[in-house]
């Protein structure tokens, strides 16, 4: 009995999964997800070397969506690893729901872009991302600082990252549009969870919308969250070193 | 005022329907102008749209879309409130020290907000329209009563997330518009969940609860859906918040009619 508990959270994981993926099965008939082989405007280009070892996200929506599937998968692993760890046991009651509710959106948003990708290529399963192993080791969990500065990065990252995928979106038929608009609907939960990590950091100040993180546009003030390329977010998410796992991004859409 | 009302028609997926195509609409506007327009069109129709299938409809579609003007115009309606809002809330005196910054900050953005629309949009650019923030009919008095404030705070920066998610579709014909676009829903959401917070809220939407004043429930009608992309969610997440966390998971749009609705009942 004491095991089993002590498994609980892994156990739910896969209970939920399992039962989403079941379920969903049948739900995905007629949905937007339909495979997509739009190809970015850089035919010109020369393909790189595929590595058969290495998986790649992939080229146009697809790549798209394996793309913010790793990102998800990175932060719900994150936040997993938060409610195992020492800092949320002793937390305030508010901090604590706040940690738990940050897990569930992002497990959340990690299943559904399983579902959705896996809907979305049919029967050939290997385009979908595989599950990532991530390496926390150099996060001290016991630390509330160091978990704030961490979830501040992840949401940060996440609210740039979303922003700057959103015009590589091949929109030219009604799947590409309902990419669009869940990554509309996903961005803003990660920009109100950054706005909260903030405030937690330094409470009733300006942090939560920061001149240190918004930009300019035209003159008019920074007023405006990042929109950030792939590239430089996935830069930045191998540099954190959490992500064991390799993969690939050759292929995605730049413009 | 009609400039809304003109929109919430011109905007109307039915009506346009039955009308025939949205450029006869605008050519018919541009000719007789505002006033004409307004009584050729039939009114009952417009108010009465596709309200009940706001989650659904609220979905960009290739079945109609604003031009980028009209998105812009739009948006710029909505700064131009939240600017004057938070303006004259500073002004008035209402907002105790310890929030100051935190108002003087929205506050600023949505000044950015509004001078990067009207930059964008040049002479297209409509005139600021006269507010009134007792709601008319609701009486309300959010320059003398801070709760009040912060409810029609909450409740513009929620609206705001909304709308502007409302046009990613329609802006997605210029990559450009589209980022900038998406660059100023991102800020709004901060600004929406830090409001939340300090009304002792959680600063993400659970299911459509509304807690402002029953006039409001339209900002979160639609907010407890529970499908995305055509997968239904409904049940999957028992052991991560069940239905309540996935509603909050996923943020809704609105359309420029619903959102329109709400918009007037502060423009005078």
């Not at chain 2, 909450?154 to 409302?166: I, M, N, P, W």
């Amino acid at each position: 009995m004491k095991k089993m508990k002590s498994n609980n959270l892994q156990n739910s994981i896969r209970n939920d999964r399992r039962n989403f993926l079941k379920l969903s099965g049948a739900a995905i008939v007629g949905s937007g997800f339909l495979f997509m082989t739009g190809c970015s405007d850089d035919d010109d280009q020369p393909m790189p070397e595929p590595d058969p070892e290495v998986f790649d996200l992939g080229p146009g929506n697809l790549g798209i969506l394996n793309y913010a599937y790793a990102l998800e998968q990175l932060e719900a692993a994150f936040y997993e690893r938060v409610l195992d760890g020492s800092y949320w046991a002793g937390a305030p009651s508010s901090e604590k729901q706040i940690f738990e509710d940050l897990r569930n959106h992002e497990v959340i948003h990690r299943e559904f872009f399983k579902t959705a990708i896996t809907a979305a290529v049919g029967s050939d399963t290997s385009l979908v991302l595989p599950d990532l192993e991530f390496d926390f080791s150099t996060v001290d969990f016991g630390s509330r600082d160091n978990v704030l500065n961490i979830s501040q990065i992840l949401e940060d990252t996440g609210v740039s990252a979303y922003n700057g995928a959103g015009e590589l979106i091949d929109v030219s038929d009604s799947a590409g549009l309902t990419y669009l608009t869940l990554a509309g609907k996903i961005v803003s939960v990660e920009a109100r969870h950054a706005s909260a990590i903030r405030d937690l950091i330094s409470p009733g100040s300006t942090n939560f919308a920061s001149d240190m993180v918004l930009v300019d546009i035209g003159g008019s003030g920074l007023a405006y969250d990042k929109a950030t390329p792939p590239a430089d977010v996935l830069t930045a998410v191998v540099n954190t070193g959490f992500v064991v796992t390799p993969f690939t991004a050759n292929n995605l859409p730049n413009s | 005022m009609n400039f809304i009302k003109i929109l919430d028609i011109l905007s109307n997926k039915e009506l346009l329907n039955e009308k025939g195509s949205r450029r006869d609409s605008f050519q018919q506007f541009k000719n007789v102008g505002k006033g004409i327009a307004l009584a050729s069109i039939p009114f009952g129709l417009a108010a009465t749209s596709s309200k009940t299938k706001a989650a659904t409809s609220s979905m960009a579609t290739a079945a109609f879309q604003a031009s980028n003007t009209d998105v812009l115009n739009f948006a710029l309606t909505l700064e131009y409130l939240e600017a004057d809002f938070y303006q004259m809330g500073l002004d008035s005196g209402v907002i105790p020290a310890e929030d100051q910054a935190v108002f003087n900050q929205i506050s600023k953005h949505e000044d950015s907000h509004v001078a990067f629309l009207v930059a964008a949009l040049g002479d297209d650019a409509i005139e600021k329209p006269t507010f009134d923030f007792t709601g008319g009919d609701l009486m309300l008095d959010p320059f003398n009563d801070y709760p009040t404030f912060m409810a029609l705070a909450q409740g513009f920066e929620d609206t705001g997330v909304r709308a502007y998610k409302g046009q990613a579709g329609a802006l997605a014909n210029s990559n450009e518009l589209l980022r900038y676009a998406l660059q100023i829903h991102s800020v709004e959401a901060r600004h929406a969940s830090q409001v939340r917070r300090m009304r002792q809220e959680r600063g993400w939407i659970i299911q459509d609860n509304n807690t402002l004043p029953d006039d409001f429930a339209a900002i979160y009608a639609g907010e407890d859906n529970l499908s995305q992309g055509g997968v239904n969610l409904s049940g999957m997440f028992g052991s991560f918040g069940g239905d309540d966390a996935t509603t909050a998971a996923f943020d809704e749009p609105l359309t420029m009619a619903e959102v329109n609705a709400i918009a007037s009942i502060f423009i005078a």
